[in-house]
């Protein structure tokens, strides 16, 4: 569905991917995991086109989007939803206005149905019908970021990018939000792309997990070969990640 073809990404002297390439099967989840600053972040930006590669190509259905006109753009950002790291919320409107944030801008909604309505099934369906008329000031951060996820699917895209979505969360919200994620890819057959550093929820969540390391995908496969390769720097990671979660 999606094909990142010798993806490059610079700023100044600093190389943060290189010649990456990468396949993203339909209706998938592909996580993607590695250190902090190895450029996950800028991975999803440039994925969703929200930056361009400084040299590259990617493919969605074969639909070259690589550095596209800005009207263009925007109509290949709405097959788009994306958990920003931190949730990224505005927090000078409500719940309801965050969720139907792009709905109630471009005046134009599936099927002409009421903004409101469809923001109350979006927050339902991550349990947060509830907190309609709060400010994301009186939320816990994990309901933070399940509102996140809500205002994320609220123009119904059929690729949905986490930002480290279980980062700062107790064990238990984490599973929360573990759940939602596989709960979203049956209910709506999304595709996903994950990036976490948090090996447990990879483990649970992943169809595949790819590794990011110096700018390239170092090792990609099912669970079961993440668990069982032999290269020397998926084990560190992943040893070292397990211990920082115990
Ligand atoms: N807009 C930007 N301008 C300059 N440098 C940037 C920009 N965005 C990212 N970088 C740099 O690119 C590198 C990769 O950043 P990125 O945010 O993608 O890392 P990450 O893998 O997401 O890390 P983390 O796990 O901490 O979120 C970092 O060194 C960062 O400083
Ligand atoms: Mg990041």
Sequence with gaps: MLRLKNISKSFGNEVVLNDLCLE???????????????????????????????????????FNITNLNEAERMKITKRFGMLFQGAALFDSLTVKENVGFVLYQSQKTPNGRDVENIVREKLALVGMEHVMDTLPSDLSGGMKKRVGLARAIAHDPDIILYDEPTTGLDPIMANTINKLIIDLKNKLGVTSIVVTHDMHSAFMIADRIALLHEGGIRVIGTCEEIKNSQDPILKGFIQGELIDHK
């Design 24 to 62: 993203v099967n339909h209706g998938e989840t592909l996580v993607i995991v590695g250190p902090s600053g190895a450029g996950k972040s800028v991975l999803l930006k440039i994925i969703m086109t929200l930056l361009d590669p400084d040299h590259g190509q990617i493919f969605l259905d074969d």
